[in-house]
């Protein structure tokens, strides 16, 4: 068992960008409590375990310091650059909790293809605890981009909003675990703004993965790239980029390509800490 420390989604030439994700290859011998054990010690928002690992194959599952997930984005972007400065062939298929995700990977960086997204209406009750948890108003929303409920290998709250909210949200922590928790939301919670027709910035609360606040979220960037899809958002076919962890001081860079149909692609570079 080695255990390494990445950053993924960086932003070139600046050693603070990207979300730090844990990397645990050949995790064969790894109890669920060992690795729950490494994720809460580690202390990233998530940490990969590979086991069975061959040049175009591997078994993935996803820790954070509070439980397992079924998926991770950052944390595959790392595990893809790892596998390829090991020696991994171009593409490898990650065998995960949500799915198979193939991922093409180099040294540098790696495109993970996101399992099946989808798109859901959300509203009324619930959409109300939420901006609650969030201490957003109605009037904060984007009124041309509808929230909803996304999964790009997890489930995602999507809360488009307008200019000038990203930059004062200071959500109630503890409001939003509990929403979490009862919802079982195991994703974050983005929190969107559309600054042009292929640049957003996001902020993604994340109380339920032991952080406040997650610098860069690959399976939230797969649902949104499904969201603007299916809403007719975009030109297909269509590539968007995702800004996200200015604030939490790791700021981030996402790059989301969107097929007419099909599975939503999502690349990121990624260096050691």
């Not at 062939?89 to 180099?106: D, L």
Request: hydrophobic fraction near 40%; include cysteine; charged fraction near 20%.
């Amino acid at each position: 068992m080695r255990i390494l420390r990445f950053r993924a989604f960086t932003r070139p030439g600046d050693p603070t960008s990207g979300n730090p994700a844990g990397v645990v290859l050949d995790a064969e011998s790894l109890s669920d409590a060992d690795m729950l054990g490494i994720a809460a010690d580690l202390g990233f928002s998530e940490t990969a375990f590979l086991s069975a690992i061959e040049p175009d194959a591997a078994r993935v599952r996803y820790f954070t310091p509070r439980a397992e997930i079924a998926f991770c984005g950052h944390a595959t972007i790392a595990s893809g650059v790892a596998l390829a400065r090991e020696g991994a062939g171009s593409t490898v298929a990650f065998t995960t909790n949500a799915g198979v995700v193939p991922v093409a990977v180099s040294p540098e960086r790696a495109t993970l293809t996101a399992v099946e997204t989808s798109v859901e209406p959300l509203g009324g009750v619930l959409l109300a605890e939420l901006l609650d948890a969030l201490r957003l108003e109605t009037t904060d929303l984007d009124p041309m981009l509808p929230p909803a409920f996304i999964r790009g290998g997890n489930p995602h709250p999507l809360v488009p909003v307008a200019a000038g909210v990203l930059g004062r949200l200071d959500h109630d922590a503890d409001a939003v675990l509990r929403l979490q928790d009862r919802k079982g939301w195991d994703g974050t919670i983005p929190v969107v703004h559309r600054i042009s027709a292929d640049r957003f910035a996001s902020r993604n609360p994340f109380p339920r993965g032991g952080i406040r606040e997650d610098p860069a979220t690959g399976s939230a960037a797969a649902g949104l790239g499904a969201y603007l899809r299916q809403h007719g958002l975009v030109t297909m076919p269509a590539e968007v980029t995702v800004e996200q962890g200015a604030e939490t001081g790791r700021p981030s860079s996402i790059l989301v390509s969107i097929p007419p149909e099909g599975r939503i692609r999502v690349t990121g570079s990624a260096e050691t800490l």
